[in-house]
């Protein structure tokens, strides 16, 4: 994750976050209010904030106002609104991981059978050795609401280059150099998460070597996609 | 399920029932006519009755005039059409636990696979801690008809946090303080028989301890959306 | 099936047929072309004919005019089209089973899991004793194209009451008093043969006992549904 | 694929590849950018070339301009973007099969699941040995981006009828004589994957004798779909 820009205006996140919370909900990730997605933004002071998801509201009901605005503690600075209980946890990913300028947390269903079990998805498939660049590890069983899942977060994916983490019992949280792109790990997570379980279903998959595992990870970070839009940015 | 609020107009409940089963339709949890809606009302007399699905009349045709009311024996007071096959189970449900506004039933297929096997779902993602506070219970075989399904709903969920009650080789029932209420039960019921149906196909999952189980649904019931509309409101 | 209504004109039969394919598609029982619906009407002279989809043909492109009209030899009477090819076991079909007004076939996923391992499905849920009345059976491997499946739905639907039949290795083929009603059953069977996998997958269902499930297939062949329109009817 | 009408012109393959990629998304088979689509075309000189999905753009913002045209080594001829990474592997096939005039590729699920395990899908439904003649293969574990899979489709397909190959441990590559005929045989091959998938869930499917499946595939080939516009077709 090099991406370097400057992080979006809070207007512009606002907006952003609209649409990528759709993406959730179009891509079977989210069930009823479940589920957020965040962005680093820099306010009309030029310092850095995070905008999210209010909790518990419909997705269908969300529009660029409702969106909450905090500092990187986590505290509301702007919105009318409570914002996602998972604040604490994204607050303290950016605190911590400066690269981070988004992050997507969800239950969706596949990811959340490993989780239950905490068990790491392995890497066999060249679509999750691409995107993941080797297994998505679990974090540790956590209470929710202040920043101890944020801690398990940054701890689980040091020494990863996966940025997604199943949380042991609970879910999924990824992150990203924009929110765009952590909204398309978490895609890219249930859908690898549900393939692996179809695969083992029926017996043991083969493995990959970790050599071809780094060759198809370098050039899919490298060579996928257009060249003034390489994968990682937004 | 504290909600205290004053009952909805019969009108009001009218129309919000047409919402609410499409959003039996749009979360997959229904097949053909199959499922149903109820809610709790307040005529003009200002006596309870309770307005629910008429039977075997397809959701894309539902109108709030073609809902039904009935009194709270389950007899028709108003409307042209017969009443849900199931009214007189939702019918003793409100007799018996005047805190419930509404019910919900589906055949939601990963719940009807617990129930087939007579399987309570365990308790074990976060997300089941903060809805259904432990298990999903089964309640026993019944006939369909009389009041005999409202009796094991009541019985069944006496001693439980949980809204939802697998009925075996049936289906589930849901209740909540408001019919909204109950269809989000009746969502993450499904949610979670099918995540934790995932978990168990391919090992066992690990359990939550269950201090943390209380602390997750503490939690949820009381901190989780919008100041003024805590989860259990409307 | 007791519907004894004259049967659909032509042309109300060809409209009809459009919407009931859509269902087809809407119920996610099929894929590209595959999958057909035909219906017993009564031409402009009063003879019977079966009005059935024209081959190979996309869904989102059928109109009434293309629906193809047979005699009930399986023999084009109007249309500009080929029929599809199951045209002669639809016809085999009209010909021994005169209460019969609507065929449909489909290769629904679940259904053809139970078909390709030529395994009845077992009656271990309430929705399947209203429907099915029992287990869904399952006929023999045959060719395509000729009566054979025809013969092989009338000879191994003889003494059950389920509209539906497995044909193994193939797929689905339901009956019903009108066309409507056939699509209703095939959507029903893919839904009790998802259910009831999905509770095979971590165990064994329990049973029901047949008493109680003459007793729930009784009732919802008579009580279910308006009283002008019960269930078996259009 | 005895298909044998001219190429489509180059506007016309940009045009068709729009709703074609659309069908790969309506028939859940890509997740995010992931997958392709290419047509053999002539241009305004008569010379082959091929259309393909321009690289890392998503379904919804793809239009005909944005495709990408490419000779048949895969050097872009024409269009501003860069063209799909899979690009080398289609261009292998269309220079070493001047029958085929189109590829698909996806990692559908269920596909992949066989894929990932590098088993064959056995050929236990009727609708398999339609479409694809006996059993879908499974090629070698192969690097992305330069033209060894292609060289590994073209082998591994060669004496079979299947237009569908599992690549290992990464997807689904498919041919046919039109751009839509290969993505038929992608929907297809997901299809047959999935319910294959599930018939072995609980327990071993039957097999189909390799005499009627020879007859069924025979009869698809040539009497399914209409008299001017056989199966193979567009």
Redesign the interface.
Known sequence: MTYQAPWPGVDEAREQLVGLHLSLVD?GLV????GNVSARARDARGQEVMVIK????DYAELTAQKMVVCDLRGTVVAGG??PS?DTAAHAYVYRHRPDVGGVVHT?S??A????????PIPC????MADEFGGPIPVGP?S???DDTIGRAIVATLDGHRSPAVLM????VFTIGPTARAAV?AA??CE?VA?????????????S?PPE?VD??YH??QT?????D?P?ASP
């Open positions: 891509n069930a009823w209010t479940s209010p909790s518990g509201v609104l409570s209980s239950h269903p596949y959340c059978a490993w989780a239950a079990r905490r068990e066999v498939l060249s679509a069983l209470a929710i609401g042991a019992n609970h879910g398309k895609v890219m859908d549900r393939s692996v379980h179809f695969a083992h279903q029926l017996g043991i998959p083969k990959i071809l060759r198809l050039r899919y060579a996928y996609g257009q060249r839009h994968v």
